[in-house]
T-cell receptor, first 116, second 109 residues
Framework: GAGVSQSPSNKVTEKGKDVELRCDPI?????LYWYRQSLGQGLEFLIY????????KSGLPSDRFSAERTGGSVSTLTIQRTQQEDSAVYLC??????????????FGEGSRLTVL | DAKTTQPNSMESNEEEPVHLPCNHS???????IHWYRQLPSQGPEYVIH???SNVNNRMASLAIAEDRKSSTLILHRATLRDAAVYYC??????????FGTGTRLQVFP
């Protein structure tokens, strides 16, 4: 498919375990975003990658959260020592334009994380 | 405070027009206003965006106030498939869209 692909679609883990969430953006899209959506809430910005520039990590809630983007394409969001409050849907989006201000974001269907 | 403000929920009957309001009083002069919608169990999808002038596309129309502190998304004839959470969002002079909690639209047959 040509859309943003995320895996796994569902992940159940025990408190204290580490998890990795993967995002495959649309080919050629230079910008990649991670958002988090807790139950019944809006989207909370986590991190933004643009080309080879340093990522904007201003939304990461704690140092347990990290993300990388390899080769300007696939991105992995890692959560270490998961806590119950990390339970949420993690959404990835990509954009063709350098600045989101004028461009359209294409979202994946998300990875639902449940921490027991 | 850099955020958009929308009503929590709205209702409409099928085939009637729907006007979804949004306040963004702290928007900067170069920030575009974007609308996305999220169907159940899906990621958000783009609806429309604009800067100053009103915009139309196949999905909806966007009416932007002259002072740009508010905007209205217009669905000309609501269908059951339009039931979703609608997000009004902008970048507030950053490189990322800042989303609020959105408006949950219910459409009744």
């Amino acid at each position: 498919g040509a859309g943003v692909s995320q895996s796994p679609s569902n992940k159940v883990t025990e408190k204290g375990k580490d998890v990795e969430l993967r995002c495959d953006p649309i080919s050629g899209h230079t910008a990649l975003y991670w958002y988090r959506q807790s139950l019944g809430q809006g989207l909370e910005f986590l991190i933004y990658f643009q080309g080879n520039s340093a990522p904007d990590k201003s939304g990461l809630p704690s140092d347990r959260f990290s993300a990388e983007r390899t080769g300007g394409s696939v991105s992995t969001l890692t959560i270490q020592r998961t806590q119950q409050e990390d339970s949420a849907v993690y959404l990835c989006a990509s954009s063709l334009r350098w600045r989101t201000n004028t461009g359209e974001l294409f979202f994946g269907e998300g990875s639902r994380l449940t921490v027991l | 405070d850099a955020k958009t403000t929308q009503p929590n929920s709205m209702e409409s009957n099928e085939e009637e027009p729907v006007h979804l309001p949004c306040n963004h009083s702290t928007i900067s002069g170069t920030d575009y206003i974007h609308w996305y919608r999220q169907l159940p169990s899906q990621g958000p999808e783009y609806v429309i965006h604009g800067l100053t002038s009103n915009v139309n596309n196949r999905m909806a129309s966007l009416a932007i106030a002259e002072d740009r502190k508010s905007s209205t998304l217009i669905l000309h004839r609501a269908t059951l498939r339009d039931a979703a959470v609608y997000y009004c969002t902008t970048t507030f002079n950053t490189d990322k869209l800042i989303f609020g909690t959105g408006t949950r639209l219910q459409v009744f047959p």
